[in-house]
Every structure is written in C-alpha cells, then in structure tokens.
C-alpha cells in the first residue's frame, strides 16, 4: 500500500461545476498537509497549506483534512477552465530533525466550457 | 519578490554527457530542494540543501550532485547521463514553516 493515494483521474467537469479532489494516507504520523495545482510543463503551484483536522477557505478553494479517517479533500466552487491543470496532494512527516515530503500522483482535472 | 527561480528553462544533451542546473530561492528561504518530475509522474525528492550541506537524499545514484552557497542559491550537477534522466528538474524552496515553493522547472531532454 502506498502512503499516500490519490485517484488519477482524469476528471472531467462543467463549467460552475463544485470540484472534489481526494487523498487517503496510511500513516498517522503525517503533520503538514498540502494541495499544489500544475498546469502542463509549469513547476507545481502551492494553493492550501493546512495542518490540523478541520476546513480552510481561500477563495473558491477549501482544503478539508480528517485526520481521524486519514483523508483530506480539495473542493473548487464555480470551476473555471482555467482551473484545469494536475492537482497533487503533500503530506509531510518529521523524520527526527528531517521533514519527508509525500505525494500523491496528482489528479487530472478538465473543466470544459 | 520573484519567487523560485531556475535557469535554464530548456535543455538538451547527449548522453554521457554532464549537465548543471540552477536555483536561486525565493526570498528569506533558507532549505533547498531538488525534484525529478517524469511525464505523469509526481515530483521525485533528490535531495535537499540547508546550511550548504546536503541534509536529506533520496534514491537517486551518486551521479546527481549538488551544491548550495552562502546566499542559499543552489545547483543540481547529473554526470554521465543517461536517455531515462529525461524530465523537468524542479527547485523548491522553504523556511522553517516547512511550505514548499517551486520555481517553472527546468526541462532536460537527453539524446
């Protein structure tokens, strides 16, 4: 089993439509959870840094973290085509004074006008 | 403030050659990081930079190299390369809040 899952899509959606992206992860220890959007042959862009259970809002964006079921959760209001792109889950664990980053695969996203 | 940035943003070798590769981090980051992302793939960890010393690695062979200097900036040297060292390498840099900021990459192509 990976440490972190993440369905690769492609997910394929309507203009205005309420995106949901997921991640489920195996390890208990992760601290630092983080959604980052790519966009083809473009260095990832971090869009939400969230560390504890609980939902934080940034717009249309609300990254949503259940540490209890080991899953967290990117939602997207009012989808627009220019939010199509690769969206990556992070988690991060502390490794004695080390951080160890974890990725998800990344999920493809189409919103279609 | 210009965020994460890499140069070249192209390039092409043969293999057997060497490449370098740049990374200057986004203001008042002091870690660094390198990625190798494969088509489809996510970001692979090489290694990371902090205090000009190599602080983590991943699994990736003694060929990948690298250096951070004094003002935190970074290079990433791959010897004797190989057509699968293909990808976008990208930098990423953070403070001690642990978030990650990652520059457009550099995209390598080896013949």
């Known amino acids: 089993q990976k440490e972190v899952e993440q369905d690769p899509g492609p997910l394929s959606v309507p203009e205005g439509a309420i995106v949901s992206l997921n991640c489920t992860y195996s390890?208990?220890?992760?601290?630092?959870f983080m959604w980052y959007r790519q966009y083809s042959r473009k260095g990832p862009e971090l869009l939400m840094y969230?560390?504890s259970s609980g939902n934080k809002e940034d717009g249309r964006f609300t990254a949503q973290v259940d540490k209890s079921s080991k899953y967290i959760s990117l939602f997207i209001r009012d989808s627009q085509p220019s939010d199509s792109a690769t969206y990556l889950c992070a988690m991060t664990l502390l490794e004695g004074n080390n951080r160890k980053l974890i990725w998800g695969l990344g999920t493809s996203l189409a919103v279609n006008p | 403030d210009a965020g994460v940035t890499q140069s070249p943003t192209h390039l092409i070798k043969t293999r057997g050659q060497q490449v370098t590769l740049r990374c200057s981090p986004k203001s008042g980051h002091d870690t660094v990081s390198w990625y190798q992302q494969a088509l489809g793939q996510g970001p692979q960890f090489i290694f990371q930079?902090?205090?000009?010393?190599?602080?983590q690695r991943g699994n990736f062979p003694d060929r990948f190299s690298g250096h951070q200097f004094p003002n935190y900036s970074s290079e990433l040297n791959v010897n004797a390369l190989l057509l699968g060292d293909s990808a976008l390498y990208l930098c990423a840099s953070s403070s001690n809040t642990g978030e990650l900021f990652f520059g457009e990459g550099s995209r390598l192509t080896v013949l």
């Open positions: 930079y902090y205090e000009e010393e190599e602080r």
């Open positions: 969230t560390y």
């Open positions: 390890n208990s220890a992760f601290q630092y």
